[in-house]
């Protein structure tokens, strides 16, 4: 692992440089096209980085961080728009372009916040991750890798937290309570990685809505919008898998994306034709919603992580992030 921690070192290093690159020199040309061209190299660099990576863990952070937030804000950015074009200061640049981080109250027009269910505790969730990794390295149980994913997800969200609290940021969390979710548009629109939702909505859903409105209306513009968004989040999502394994696409993930969207576009398309609004409690739409999520996950998003041996690959690679933390604090 140390090799590898070098060449993670090394690789923010470079992350640093091309966004400083971006910020004093980007920044100062007209937004648009030409702003595109000047950061294609960085667009390139920021795609093709986590192959300098060899562990799954790694690579993964390196990939969600870099590869996909990083290089979508800096696609905004190139408009005026994001959160990016908003911060004057090298350093706020810096950090909300390297890292999953949302500042309160940036929430996009129209968003309704979801309810809460269990307030958020970082260290609970700790505990439920060590032990569902726990489990599944003993088990095998795809259901425990699902739930560690998750929150593994929201594990990397407190540790930016805890090394931005000092800066007096208020940060919103990645992800809010998905299994609370009253359906799947709710799922994947409010719920699930919001971090990512948002990013693909600003740059995929709105343009493709604004772009094909006015050649067939509302109504079918957002499905067409939703179905680009989620194939582009099952491309990039065959590229993150492509990094950590390193062989040939299946196209497996891209499949489960693109089916998840025509999963939302049907029940949006049917509750509008039903004009259906009723509500049930979400201790049944919740658990049904996570449960068609996970099933049609187990045959399209777990199993060619599990047939290249990626989920023991990152069990080791937790289990070295422990043992280096107990010798820090012994």
């Known amino acids: 692992m140390g090799e ?6 090394k690789a923010w290093l470079v992350i640093f440089a091309s966004l400083s690159y971006a910020y ?10 030409f702003r595109v061209f000047t950061l294609l190299p960085i667009f390139s660099l920021f795609t093709i980085l986590p192959l300098s990576l060899s562990r799954p863990i790694p690579i993964t952070i390196s990939s969600w961080f870099i590869t996909w937030l990083a290089n979508f804000k800096l696609l905004l950015y190139c408009f005026d728009l994001g959160p990016l074009s908003t911060q004057n200061t090298f350093s706020m640049f810096i950090l909300l372009a390297s890292f999953p981080i949302k500042l309160k109250g940036k929430d996009p027009p129209n968003y309704t916040r979801p309810e809460k269910v269990i307030p958020p505790n970082n260290w609970v969730k700790s505990l439920f991750f060590a032990l569902f990794i726990y489990i599944y390295d003993r088990t095998k149980n795809w259901v425990m890798y699902g739930f560690a994913l998750y929150l593994f997800i929201d594990i990397c969200f407190a540790i ?5 609290a000092p800066l007096g940021l208020e940060l919103e969390e990645p992800s809010d309570e998905p299994f609370a979710s009253s359906s799947l548009q709710d799922f ?3 719920r699930w990685n919001r971090m990512v939702s948002d990013a693909l909505r600003d740059t995929i859903y709105f343009p493709v809505k604004s772009f094909c ?8 513009a957002q499905a067409v919008g939703t179905m680009a968004s989620f194939t582009v989040s099952g491309l990039i999502h065959e590229l993150m898998y492509y990094d950590v394994i390193r062989a040939k696409p299946t196209w497996e993930v891209t499949c489960f994306f693109v089916l998840q969207g025509l999963c939302v576009v049907l029940e949006v398309a049917v509750k509008r034709k039903l004009g259906w609004k009723r509500k049930f409690h979400w201790a049944i739409t919740g658990p049904l919603t996570v449960t068609f999520v996970m099933t ?9 992580l599990y047939r290249n041996h990626v989920d023991a690959k990152s069990i080791e690679d937790v289990k070295a992030f422990v043992k280096n933390l107990k010798k820090v604090f012994t």
Do not use: A, H
Request: glycine residues 10%; proline residues 5%.
């Open 4 to 9: 590898e921690t070098q060449n993670f070192l």
């Open 24 to 33: 004093f020199i980007t920044s100062k040309l007209p937004k648009g096209k």
């Open 160 to 164: 930016c937290t805890f090394f931005l």
């Open 188 to 190: 994947w629109g409010r």
């Open 213 to 220: 409105v006015s050649y067939m209306g509302l109504n079918w």
């Open 296 to 304: 049609m996950g187990y045959w399209l998003f777990y199993l060619p």
